[in-house]
């Protein structure tokens, strides 16, 4: 088996990044069933913001 290319590795990386957002969209909605795909989305930003935040 070959090693991946440098893109190869890219692309498994934002694959990786959109399958974890997903999971923690899922993990939104069953925390806030109640919620609409807006409040779900603008949620899920607000997360993913303080994440990138505290890696600074």
């Known amino acids: 088996m070959s090693q991946p290319t440098p893109a190869e590795k890219f692309r498994i990386a934002l694959d990786l990044h959109e399958a974890g957002l ?20 603008e949620a899920l930003f607000t997360w ?3 994440r990138s935040a505290a890696r600074v």
Do not use: N
């Not at 997903?22 to 989305?41: C, F, K, N, S, V």
């Open 22 to 41: 997903r999971m923690h969209e899922q993990t939104l909605r069953r925390r806030y069933p109640e919620a609409g795909d807006e409040q779900i989305r």
């Open 48 to 50: 993913l913001a303080r």
